[in-house]
């Protein structure tokens, strides 16, 4: 059975720190497209990150240059490392298993995400 | 940046009746079309990809439809379990995007 766990949410101060995880069971992380998803308070959902199976990753404008997302195969985890910090990264953050790659005119691209852990909540203010 | 434009925002149906949810993209993204469900509290639920297939033990209420920009969900008889959000994403590229939501409350 395929599970996502995440972790690592919190009150954190403008300018700050965190550290999300995505703890997966039930298939390989670096075998499969992973995402991260974050939903403000209220509001609609905001695809943040993806890293693809052969170790490419992307990011939405919003939070280029300051999150990174990132793996580790040994604990068959994915990670949002989340800098810098502001008032408008509030969200629940969630983790999910994107589909295979489907064919697009400029190459092809990973599928939805069929599998999504709960989330985790991250507050960032003073 | 694809922008996905979900019309309406709010849909007012009563149970057993047909409620049907449009989402238009400002560019082609083929059947690269994914409709996803979220109830209160809970993470999003796939219900269609590829513009029109089911996901795994989706109702068959649920159907899918359109190309290109236009696409269209379908729920033919509203069960009290369908009251929810209804997102539209696009996966055309690495830079997927998702529609505003449209939100089905009870009549």
């Known amino acids: 059975e395929v599970q996502l766990v995440e972790s690592g949410g919190g009150l954190v101060q403008p300018g700050g720190s965190l550290r999300l995880s995505c703890a997966a069971s039930g298939f390989t992380v670096s075998s499969n497209y992973m995402s991260w998803v974050r939903q403000a308070p209220g509001k609609g959902l905001e695809w943040v990150s993806v890293?693809?199976?052969?170790?490419?990753?992307y990011y939405a404008d919003s939070v280029k240059g300051r999150f990174t997302i990132s793996r580790d195969n040994s604990k068959n985890t994915l990670y949002l490392q989340m800098n810098s910090l502001r008032a408008e990264d509030t969200a629940v953050y969630y983790c999910?298993?994107?589909?295979?790659?489907?064919?697009?005119?400029?190459?092809?691209?990973?599928?939805?995400?069929?599998?999504w852990g709960q989330g985790t909540l991250v507050t960032v203010s003073s | 940046e694809i922008v996905m434009t979900q019309s309406p925002a709010t849909l007012s149906v009563s149970p057993g009746e047909r409620a049907t949810l449009s989402c238009r993209a400002s560019?082609?993204?083929?059947?690269?079309l994914a409709w996803y469900q979220q109830k209160p509290g809970q993470a999003p639920r796939l219900l269609i990809y590829?513009?029109?297939t089911r996901a795994t033990g989706i109702p068959a209420r649920f159907s899918g439809s359109g190309s290109g920009t236009e696409f269209t969900l379908t729920i033919s008889s509203l069960q009290s379990e369908d009251f929810a959000v209804y997102y539209c994403?696009?996966?055309?590229?690495?830079?997927?995007?998702f529609g505003q939501g449209t939100k089905v409350e009870i009549k």
């Open positions: 890293i693809y199976s052969g170790g490419s990753t």
């Open positions: 560019q082609s993204v083929s059947s690269n």
């Open positions: 994403q696009q996966y055309n590229n690495w830079r997927r995007t």
């Open positions: 999910a298993r994107d589909g295979a790659i489907v064919a697009t005119t400029t190459g092809g691209t990973p599928g939805p995400s069929f599998y």
């Open positions: 590829g513009a029109s």
